[in-house]
């Protein structure tokens, strides 16, 4: 039972509102900040003995070998077109798990747990055509910072981001 | 289980009495069906009706001990009729045989709806029906037993009517499902769900946004599908507990039966999934929406779901099994919910342990994988300072590969699971097309991967429903042809390398050349004279394709073959056809041993190792210059033993920076799929392994030219190559071209 549960809680998520107290991790990518939800995260480790798929989007940089699982890389910074794709041993890989898959994003760094109240939470000014915020949740402000919130379940199912078959229904 | 519990419980826990009654029923079933299937009647021996009788005996007693009245009813009338065969007050007739089997199938339908745990079919009319021909069978006897042959014949006549009525019936299901997907989203499901049968919505709730609150939604199907297929167009729906699909018995009328929707509460019972396959009214129904190949997604029919389940296979299961069940005692009161939950196919034991097996294997490979590693690791060690820690590892090599062995073997199954239901599939058919069919099994103790035995029913019955339909010849041809009247199809099922044979050879009219390539032409396929009479069988695996002159019931409409080679190849298998005209056809389907675990050559291009399964390698060589040539600029060709076959550059396929370029400075290796040949040119050969296979798209997707990937020795990821799509690189880079 608890799984739809989940499923529908996150559905609500777009709406800002309901996170009242919500966890976020967040993370660096070139100087922006970015926070995702905690409960999509599965664990954070290094970046190695990754195994290059032929043919896929220049962000996707193949798939590694997550204790007998099968998982995607994606580049954060190809993909946003922010900071120096570097790959040494400081390089940060996220394992997120979304809905049922596991896949994971390289980032600059990882820099905390905030927990943001529903009033730190302020809606996403419009870009309208400039740039697309639709998997921006919100923007948080903790003290100085700004974190850039966004829905990476929205993000990762994406069409464009060619990380699932189009004929598998979700 | 719980409303048999009740019934026929008074107060003592019963449950483990019904458990070994339902075993002990399903064994009697299958002896009668196969006693039935071997019977002449003509020379039936008195022995055989014995045991026929023994079997329904017993199952009355047993049924009527426990308070299943309507399998009493049933089989007390079926034993009065064999009494009196048996005792040559009757003659016995093939008429007979057939209500006989029919019968079974009945009582079959009723056991699975007490095995559900239901009270009773909620649909009685097939049972009374059956009655009432035994009965007509006997009062003939008795009137005149002169005439019983004619009152037989009537009855069959009847029995008939009554069939044809059924056919036009699919199985109805009612499905009842809760979640918060607003309707608009539904809306794909349902169109999926049209497909398949037609699509009643009785209640869907009030459209309003997505919700946190899930809301309740009932269908009702007609569909020739099975119960499981239908649930996998739910996959969306999370829980189990909140999607019931219960079968509603079509009344032969054709409408689906108010009264027979089959406990409404299901749904709300969030502890099962209520999967309750009544099979015996909707036998006939399933297995002519299977004939008419509507079903063009390989739906598992009800037949064999319901004739895996009760018929034939219980007393078959190999002893280890048993082995995590003691006794049918303490499974039905330690596992009451896998019981219940899987009612529908919890007939062998194998089949309920599945989730644990394949975790278990999944953990002995990522074992085998880590012991590989470690040995990796290991070899640099001085031997001298580290020995203990060395003999250790030896150890370890040796107990894995134990360990890895006997676990692999538990997924192991004889085919005769498989096999064992055709007798009556054929001769079901064979009657209907008024053919003359003897089928012969040939190695039904060659064991395969489990996965692929469940697989492998589906593609199988519709080669060997084709092999009736189009190439058994009728009886008056045949005898023209000068071929004796009856017609042979042989299921041969054997070891060869690495890989599992099964054929199906009937020696009938074969294949005609010039009428498939005609029909190619006809359909705008290219068809060139010089195709391959390979090449040329390979059509008819082709959508759409079928050179039947008309279209029966069984088969014609070109729907089912190309079903057949998907199936297949979604198993790692391949199909090969050779017939010759007048001689008869062989379709041989490869397999190989496991799902789980291939022999792979490991080959280099650059830094990156990608895996080609064994079963598609030929050989490999190192070319000479003078051998590669080129084909109007592009397309290079290498010439291995007079035959020229195209070269495919792993690097070029792959966009990878390849160490050599020359062709004559790597390696050339040769792959053959499905009569196809070419030339795979990679760096080198690293080296033989037998690797675990990893799915690609449970995580990510499917990958051109990949069919999926592995954990190398070192902990890295390799590909696993698709031959199948490779060999075809060629085709397409031409057509491209041209």
């Not at chain 1, 220049?58 to 077109?81: A, H, Q, Y």
């Not at chain 1, 910072?145 to 229904?169: H, T, W």
């Not at chain 2, 009813?73 to 009729?81: A, G, N, P």
């Not at chain 2, 390398?497 to 009938?508: A, Q």
């Amino acid at each position: 039972m608890s799984e739809p549960q989940i499923a529908t809680a996150t559905a609500a998520g777009a709406v800002v509102k309901a996170h009242a107290a919500n966890e976020f991790l967040t993370f660096t990518l070139g100087t922006e900040e970015y926070g995702i939800e905690i409960l999509k995260v599965q664990e954070i480790r290094g970046y190695d003995a990754i195994t290059r798929i032929a043919n896929a989007p220049e962000f996707i940089k193949g798939i590694v070998n997550l204790r007998g699982i099968i998982v995607p890389i994606i580049d954060m910074r190809i993909k946003f077109n922010l900071g120096t794709p570097t790959y040494d041993q400081f390089t940060v890989v996220i394992i997120l798990n979304v809905s049922g898959r596991v896949m994971g994003i390289v980032v600059d760094g990882v820099s905390d747990v905030i927990t943001l109240a529903a009033e730190q939470v302020k809606p996403p000014p419009d870009f309208s055509v400039h740039l697309d915020t639709n998997y921006i949740i919100g923007l948080g402000t903790v003290d100085e910072r700004m974190l850039i919130l966004m829905d990476i379940e929205k993000l990762m199912s994406d069409k464009d981001m060619g990380l699932i078959d189009k004929s598998s229904v979700h | 289980m719980s409303n048999g519990n009740s019934q026929g419980g008074g107060g003592i826990d019963m449950s483990q009495f019904f458990q070994v009654f339902f075993d002990e029923c399903a064994e009697h079933l299958g002896n009668m069906e196969g006693l039935l299937l071997a019977i002449d009647p003509a020379t039936a021996s008195a022995d055989d009706l014995n045991a026929i009788f023994r079997a329904a005996h017993s199952m009355k007693g047993g049924a009527g001990t426990f308070g299943f009245t309507d399998m009493t009813d049933v089989t007390h009338v079926l034993e009065t009729l064999l009494d009196r065969v048996r005792k040559n007050e009757i003659p016995l007739t093939s008429e007979m045989v057939d209500v006989f089997l029919q019968a079974g199938d009945v009582v079959k339908a009723q056991l699975a709806g007490h095995r559900a745990g239901e009270d009773g079919l909620s649909d009685t009319t097939p049972a009374s029906e059956i009655c009432v021909r035994l009965q007509q069978l006997i009062d003939g006897g008795a009137a005149a037993p002169a005439a019983a042959a004619q009152a037989a014949s009537a009855a069959s006549a009847a029995s008939a009517a009554a069939t044809v009525a059924t056919v036009a019936t699919a199985q109805s299901y009612r499905i009842a499902f809760k979640t918060a997907e607003p309707a608009e989203s539904l809306e794909k499901v349902f169109a999926n769900l049209r497909v398949i049968g037609e699509l009643e919505i009785v209640v869907s709730p009030k459209p309003r946004k997505r919700g946190k609150t899930a809301q309740q939604w009932e269908l009702r199907i007609a569909a020739f599908a099975s119960a499981q297929k239908l649930l996998e167009q739910f996959d969306f729906v999370k829980t189990e507990g909140d999607i019931g699909i219960s079968a509603v018995v079509a009344s032969p009328a054709g409408a689906a039966n108010p009264a027979g929707v089959a406990d409404s509460t299901a749904a709300a019972t969030p502890a099962a999934p209520q999967l309750k396959l009544v099979p015996a009214p909707a036998v006939e129904a399933a297995d002519d929406g299977f004939g008419f190949f509507d079903d063009a997604v390989g739906v598992p029919s009800i037949e064999s779901k319901a004739e895996d389940g009760f018929g034939f296979f219980v007393d078959i299961v190999p002893p280890v099994a048993d082995a995590p069940v003691q006794s049918p005692g303490r499974r039905s009161t330690d596992q009451p919910s896998v019981v219940s939950g899987i009612a529908g196919r919890r007939d062998n034991d194998k089949v309920v342990v599945a989730p644990q097996v394949d975790t278990l294997i999944n953990l002995v490979g990522e074992l085998v994988i880590t012991q590989a590693m470690l040995a990796q690791n290991g070899a640099t060690l001085d031997p001298v300072i580290y020995e203990k820690l060395l003999n250790g590892m030896a150890q370890l090599d040796r107990n894995t590969r134990d360990l890895q062995e006997t676990v692999m073997s538990i997924r192991m199954m004889p085919i005769s699971f498989v096999f064992s239901r055709f007798p009556r599939v054929v001769r079901d058919l064979a009657s209907k097309l008024a053919k003359q069919v003897e089928l012969k099994t040939e190695g039904e103790g060659t064991e395969l991967d489990k996965g692929l035995i469940e697989k492998l029913s589906d593609p199988l019955t519709h080669l060997v429903r084709n092999s009736l339909d189009h190439g058994i010849e009728s009886p008056a041809v045949r005898e023209a042809a000068g071929k004796p009247a009856k017609g042979t199809i042989t299921l041969r099922a054997f070891h060869r390398g690495g890989n599992i044979m099964v054929e199906v050879i009937d020696d009938g009219a074969g294949l005609n050349r010039e009428k498939l390539l005609a029909k190619a032409r006809e359909r705008g396929m290219a068809a060139p004279d010089t195709m391959s009479d390979q090449e040329v069988f390979q059509l008819i695996f082709e959508a759409g394709f079928s050179t039947a002159e008309k279209i029966t019931d069984v088969s014609g409409r070109g729907v089912g073959m190309d079903v057949v080679r998907r199936n297949i190849r979604d198993m790692g298998g391949h199909v090969e056809i050779s017939s010759n005209p007048g001689g008869g056809t062989r379709i041989s389907i490869r397999l190989p041993l496991t799902l789980a675990i291939l022999d792979g050559m490991s080959v280099a291009v650059g830094e990156e190792v990608f895996i080609i399964p064994l079963t598609y390698i030929t050989e490999s060589l190192q070319p000479l210059p003078e051998h590669i040539k080129s084909i109007a600029g592009h397309g290079r060709v290498v010439q291995v033993r007079g035959d020229y076959l195209p070269v495919v550059s792993l690097h070029e396929v792959f966009n990878a920076k390849p160490n050599v370029t020359e062709f004559h400075k790597g390696i050339m290796v040769i792959l053959e799929s499905e009569g196809t040949k070419a030339a795979l040119f990679v760096d080198g050969l690293l080296g033989q392994h037998q690797v675990v296979i990893k799915s690609l798209e449970s995580n990510y997707r499917r990958v051109q030219g990949v069919s999926g990937a592995t954990i190398m020795g070192d902990g890295k990821v390799a590909l696993i190559l698709d031959v199948a799509g490779l060999v075809n690189t060629p085709k397409a880079v031409f057509a491209e071209a041209a």
